[in-house]
């Protein structure tokens, strides 16, 4: 019913403005793939151990801290402009740091989750916040309360420029000239980076021996060790592959908005949990659906109603989606009693 | 209320009828009906995987069944929520032992006197004349309680630190403390030696003779045979028959699924 | 209780009995504690504003007790609690300041201080029903992420400030000051420069010394200890434990569970509104900002460092935690610097741009986080029972087969 009168809205939104619906649409995708890499660890560990991984935000967030001093490693600096000479240092510099970051998340596991794996419920949850607030604290130690400048290695060139399909309705007869729509070749590589990683995530689960481990383990733990399956390695591997999207994620996202802070995480987190919360806890495609979802309605909350806002719709989104349907969009497991 | 009870004995206290659940497409309880009457001790046997508990926890509103009605004492309980279905005289205990095991055992007896407290937050909070003499009550009661089950000794330690077979007839102690007049017992007897199950169905006989309505599910035949005066037999969530321990005994099909076809 | 002061026998029954109870003894050196603080603190420092930090960690006490009545005794997991704690200073800000006459309702209010400090409190624990009737029956983790949201919320709302309520960021200031009787101030009383005439009669009223402040906190933190251990031993303290413990099982037993939950929730958002509003209060300022996340995970820490289920430990846990993080670690960047200044290191001190090094004290400064954020680690790993356990916590986290056979009966020391 809501989805129907929200996309009602859509489409009056369109037919008032198309150049500025599809603007805020494309920026709604590309922060929407931003969040869905980020969700995608959160989904991957709840799914498996049934922990809210409450670290997850700020790994997010130290793969853009990590990601700054290596591309200095190769004389890269913040005020650096895109050249072709830097995309595979950035491709390398991404491998890194997905893999940097996959460590940290293991060791997390190992050091923070392992020991309290059957403590009661609550310990793990706050243990989790506790390693959040570590991983924040280093951070801010590190670097301190500053906005870190990151180097635009993307191009600012334009993509895509399309005459906008305006007038059609006839609504908007005031402007004489069409509108131009701009999509950036930022916008598609955040969009197709994000795509890439989602499919190599996706084959890799459904194909390879460790994924029908994940999948096996996430079913359920004990049957999968009568089974043979190691089950500390895949908790592991669960751990590093979901750190290594959010690193990506970090990489993304610094790069994109050239800017990131030790804080970051928290409410990035948060939003990224509402959106595999949205698409369904522990199912990976309701995480990639869910953190586009979110992405275009914080878009289109912050071009038609108010960007101070768009905080507290998301997380009253996270508060509704756990009352009244605690099994999101595609659903898998029930999050109930 | 126990004379009243005792008036009444032999009418229908519990009454099932179609009563049916399914878990995502699997028929645990397949349209089951029976009735339980006041004063009795009842028995539902059946091999494992039968679909025992799950009835259990369709009574008792641990989740609502999803076809059938069940009545208790002429009102319809279905769907009511666990903790109201124990205040209206439905208590049970678990297949596998769920005292509470970081209290001792006699708190574990004294919250089943929860619902039949009167105390009130503020009552609770300024500790009033009337929230100690409760107390005090309550405390007298969960003693004679643990008495009565025979394990008094054991009423300041850990639930968690008691024999195995003291943690079975706590959780009575703890259900009775419901004051039922109707008790589901979930396999009492399970993992005790025969001398410890001669001893359990004197405690139900005891328990039956203070005029609580028994209803019990055993594995083991033998043990049932005894202690109940009627008996529904459940296989694949279907009831197959219902009678007398003889009559049950006695029943081709009750023999086939215990031992099987060749039998 | 009162009969058996009187009876001096009795009396020493009783005392023997306490002085074999560790809680007795901790709730003992307490208190001496508390007497004699503030003299001890003014001779030594010549002012009272030691006295008036105490104070101030009195009102951590307080929230600290009440989030370890929903985290500690029913076992949920209450990431917002600074959402009613601001909820409470909202209350009493805007119903005791000039701040609503710039509001839709043109009017100021000036309602008084004790009335409000009720109000807040009923308020929050409003809030807290409101949030918690529809969000309770969701299992522990989805809880604590629910509240970790709603915690979020509120302070934004606040911040923008919707229908020219709130004054948004601008926050409320000129909040009205409590009035509180001069007989608190206590012989050790060093200010006495606002004192007021109520008519013919000599009714004095002191609005600046902290020392006020502090006796009226000690007085509200004995009164909540006492009430809040009644109901840890009440029925109601036992169905917590229960639904903590098993809910399928408490239920079944005739708790209605949900109830029993929103009732712990409420009594700890009630804490949290009452905190807001003598915060508010002593303040004198009210702004979106001293709400957020760090707030209520600062709570918690107290609450886990102190040992979750357990009061004087949770007393213990709160001001150590309140002294290490508004005290140590404030005063720290200037002791480090001072005592680089002697060991030689004067090199530190300087920001160095090339390696990115802030400076010392600057570096130093920014420890809190992760100071909150190992002492919640290092404790649930290495001592999850917390520094001062209840007994129950140190039972569930011993290994199998422990040896303690006896339980404490909590009865014991009070009837």
């Known amino acids: 019913m809501s989805g129907l009168l929200a996309i009602l809205w859509v489409i009056y939104l369109g037919a008032e403005d198309p150049a500025g619906l599809i603007a805020t649409l494309v920026i709604g995708i590309t922060d929407g793939a931003m969040f869905a890499l980020v969700a995608l660890g959160y989904t991957m560990v709840y799914g498996i151990i049934e922990l809210i991984n409450f670290a997850h935000g700020d790994v997010f967030t130290l793969g853009g801290f990590l990601g700054l001093p290596l591309l200095g490693l190769f004389g890269i600096t913040s005020g650096t402009k895109f050249a072709w000479v830097y995309v595979p240092i950035l491709v390398f510099v991404f491998v890194l740091v997905m893999g940097l970051n996959g460590l940290v998340n293991i060791t997390i596991e190992r050091v923070a989750y392992r020991p309290l794996r059957n403590a009661p419920r609550l310990a793990p949850l706050i243990t989790a916040i506790g390693m959040s607030f570590i991983l924040e604290g280093a951070m801010y130690l590190w670097r301190g309360p500053v906005s870190l400048r990151f180097p635009n290695l993307l191009p600012d060139t334009v993509a895509s420029r399309f005459t906008s399909p305006a007038g059609h309705f006839g609504l908007n007869s005031g402007s004489t000239a069409a509108p131009l729509i701009d999509i950036g070749v930022k916008d598609v590589a955040v969009v197709i980076s994000t795509v890439v990683l989602v499919i190599l995530l996706s084959v890799f689960i459904n194909r390879t021996k460790l994924g029908k481990a994940m999948r096996a383990t996430a079913q359920d733990r004990d049957a999968a060790q009568l089974m043979g399956i190691d089950i500390n390695r895949t908790i592991s591997a669960t751990f590093f592959i979901g750190a290594a999207l959010a690193g990506a994620g970090g990489m993304i996202w610094a790069l994109y908005f050239n800017s990131i802070r030790f804080d970051l995480g928290f409410t990035t987190g948060l939003i990224a949990f509402t959106a595999a919360v949205l698409g369904g806890i522990g199912n990976i495609e309701g995480a990639a659906l869910g953190g586009l979802l979110i992405g275009i309605i914080r878009a289109l909350n912050e071009r038609y109603l108010s960007a101070s806002w768009s905080d507290v719709v998301i997380f009253g989104i996270l508060i509704m989606v756990l009352v009244f349907r605690p099994t999101g969009l595609l659903g898998m497991r029930v999050p109930e009693k | 209320m126990s004379a009243q009870e005792s ?18 497409g699997l028929v645990a309880v397949d349209n089951v009906s029976f009735e339980v009457k006041r004063g009795e001790v009842f028995a539902l046997i059946g091999p494992n995987g039968a679909g025992k508990t799950t009835l259990f926890n369709c009574i008792t509103g641990m989740f609502p069944p999803s076809e059938g009605r069940v009545s208790f004492d002429g009102r319809d309980i279905t769907g009511y929520k666990p903790h109201r279905v124990a205040f209206l005289g439905i208590a049970r205990t678990f297949q596998n032992i769920r005292v509470f095991d970081y209290m001792s055992a006699l708190d574990n007896v004294r919250l089943g006197q929860h619902s039949r407290m009167h105390a009130q937050i503020w009552d609770a909070i300024l500790k009033t004349p009337k929230a100690r003499r409760e107390e005090a009550e309550v405390t007298e ?7 009565f089950v025979g394990i008094e000794r054991y009423a300041n330690s850990f639930a968690r630190n008691l024999p195995y077979g003291a943690q079975r ?63 529904v037999v459940l296989d694949h969530g279907i009831k197959i028959a219902e009678g007398t321990p003889q009559e049950v005994r006695s029943d081709a099909k009750v023999i086939e699924a215990y031992l099987g076809k060749s039998a | 209780m009162i009969a058996t002061l009187r009876d001096p026998k ?36 010549g002012t009272s504003t030691l006295t008036g930090l105490a104070a101030d960690a009195g009102v951590w006490v307080l929230l600290a007790i009440g989030l370890n009545v929903v985290v500690g005794f029913a076992g949920l997991l209450d990431l917002g609690y600074a959402a009613f704690f601001a909820i409470g200073a909202y209350t009493y800000a805007l119903l005791a300041s000039a701040q609503l006459r710039s509001s839709p309702l043109h009017q100021a209010v000036h309602l008084p201080f004790w009335v409000l400090l009720f109000l807040a409190m009923f308020v929050a624990a409003s809030a807290g029903a409101i949030l918690g009737a529809p969000t309770l029956r969701l299992r522990g983790d989805y809880l604590a992420i629910v509240t970790l949201g709603f915690g979020e919320i509120v302070p934004r709302v606040f911040r923008n400030d919707p229908g020219h309520w709130t004054g948004g960021i601008n926050a409320i200031g000129g909040i009205d000051q409590p009035t509180i009787p001069v007989c608190l101030d206590g012989p050790w009383s060093q200010g006495d420069d606002f004192k007021l005439q109520f008519g013919a009669v000599n009714c004095s009223f002191s609005l600046s010394d902290p020392t006020a402040y502090y006796v009226l906190m000690v007085i509200l933190i004995i009164a909540c200890v006492i009430l809040v251990t009644n109901l840890q031993i009440s029925r109601l303290g036992r169905a917590w434990a229960a639904v903590r413990e098993d809910e399928v099982a408490a239920a079944a037993m005739g708790v209605n569970t949900r109830n029993i939950k929103l009732l712990a929730f409420g009594i700890g958002a009630a804490f949290s509104g009452f905190g807001g509003a003598y915060y508010g209060a002593k303040l004198s300022l009210v702004s979106p900002d001293n709400f957020d996340f760090t707030v209520s995970i600062t709570v918690l820490v107290m609450v886990v460092l102190g040992g979750m289920g357990n009061i004087p430990g949770v007393i213990l846990g709160a001001l150590a935690v309140y002294f290490l993080e508004f005290k140590f670690l404030t005063d720290l960047p200037r002791n480090a610097a001072a005592l680089a200044n002697q060991v030689g290191l004067q090199g530190l001190l300087a920001p160095n741009a090339a390696t990115s090094w802030p400076g010392l ?46 339980v404490f009966d909590a009865r014991a020391g009070q009837t």
């Open chain 3, 361 to 406: 004290e600057d570096f130093v400064g920014r420890l809190n986080f992760l100071v909150l954020g190992l002492i919640l680690v290092l404790m649930m790993l290495l001592r999850p029972q917390g520094i001062l356990p209840s007994r129950v916590r140190a039972q569930e986290l011993k290994a199998e087969g422990a040896a303690d056979d006896t």
């Open chain 2, 7 to 24: 008036e009444r004995a032999g009418e229908t206290i519990l009454d099932l009828e179609g009563v049916t659940k399914r878990f995502l």
């Open chain 2, 141 to 147: 009661r969960a003693h004679e309680l643990l008495r």
């Open chain 3, 10 to 45: 009795r009396l020493r029954a009783k005392l023997r009995q306490w002085s074999r109870d560790p809680y007795m003894v901790v709730y003992g050196v307490l208190f001496v504690a508390a007497v004699i603080f503030p003299p001890l603190a003014s001779f030594a420092t």
């Open chain 2, 169 to 231: 007839r706590l959780e009575i102690a703890r259900a009775l403390a419901t004051t039922p007049r109707l008790l589901l017992l979930d396999e009492p007897a399970a993992g005790f030696n025969p001398q410890e199950k001669v001893e359990l169905m004197k405690l139900v006989e005891k328990i039956r003779a203070q005029d609580v309505t028994v209803f019990l599910i055993e594995h083991d035949m033998r043990v049932v045979m005894g202690a109940s005066s009627r008996i």
